[in-house]
């Protein structure tokens, strides 16, 4: 099943990346929706909402590229998402709960949703931990790019051609020999927690600066200032130049 997931969610990327028409896409985006909610049944939160993101970013970029064209994404489906941004933050902070084998006060609803944007956070204490931890961290990691490094290693070609396994998340392997910094703060910081399942998050200004410092956050924070500025235009050109 997370195969054929990975193996959809290029094909859908990809497929986007074409410009289809709102009518022709309706039926993949609801398939890419579903695929990814899923992902809330194992208690991951991550996929689901960088799903969601995704494709309200993509539909306000089709409203700029495509004015002409029937909206993407109107009035009135931004007051209906606006309406469903604190059912679904109380449903994922629920899942946070569920997964830690913690009580859950369901009729507190809005402390729930109060509770998540705390958690949220907390993301700064992640950049006081990879100061703290500087000096002990392993040695030649690039966490700015982990990700891309963690799936050249461990995707199903590199397991057939050079015998490697597939990530192991919450072991201790993941947290001191893959390029990922959440875990390895984790780990190293509440081993406990780590192993049970949890973890402090993560901050992209937190994985810079382990890389490079002070000269990390300014030029990674530059990289992708640029990339945002002129996405819109990128969408402008055709496929293959896009």
Not at 32 to 43: A, E, K, Q, W
Not at 53 to 80: H, Q
Request: proline content about 3%; hydrophobic content about 45%.
């Amino acid at each position: 099943f997370v195969f054929l997931a990975s193996f959809f969610e290029y094909f859908f990327y990809f497929y986007m990346a074409t410009m289809p028409s709102k009518k022709d896409s309706k039926y993949v985006i609801i398939l890419y929706l579903v695929v990814n909610l899923l992902s809330l049944g194992s208690g991951q939160r991550g996929g689901a909402v960088l799903a969601i993101i995704f494709l309200v970013t993509y539909f306000f970029i089709r409203n700029r590229v495509n004015p002409g064209e029937k909206p993407w994404i109107t009035k009135r489906g931004i007051i209906i998402l606006s309406t469903l941004i604190p059912i679904f933050v109380s449903i994922l902070f629920m899942i946070a709960f569920i997964r830690s084998d913690k009580d859950v006060d369901y009729k507190g609803s809005s402390n729930l949703v109060v509770s998540f944007f705390y958690q949220q956070g907390v993301s700064a204490n992640v950049i006081g931990y990879v100061n703290y931890f500087d000096e002990k961290l392993p040695k030649g990691k690039v966490y700015s790019i982990g990700k891309i490094i963690d799936f050249m290693n461990h995707n199903i070609i590199s397991q057939k051609l050079f015998g490697t396994g597939p990530v192991k998340p919450q072991t201790v392997e993941h947290a001191m020999k893959d390029h990922t910094l959440h875990a390895t703060l984790t780990y190293m910081g509440s081993p406990n927690l780590y192993l049970a399942g949890g973890g402090y998050g993560g901050s992209f200004i937190a994985d810079l600066w382990a890389d490079m410092g002070f000269f990390g956050i300014i030029l990674g924070g530059l990289i992708y200032g640029i990339c945002l500025a002129i996405i819109i235009k990128w969408c402008s050109l055709s496929f293959w130049k896009s």
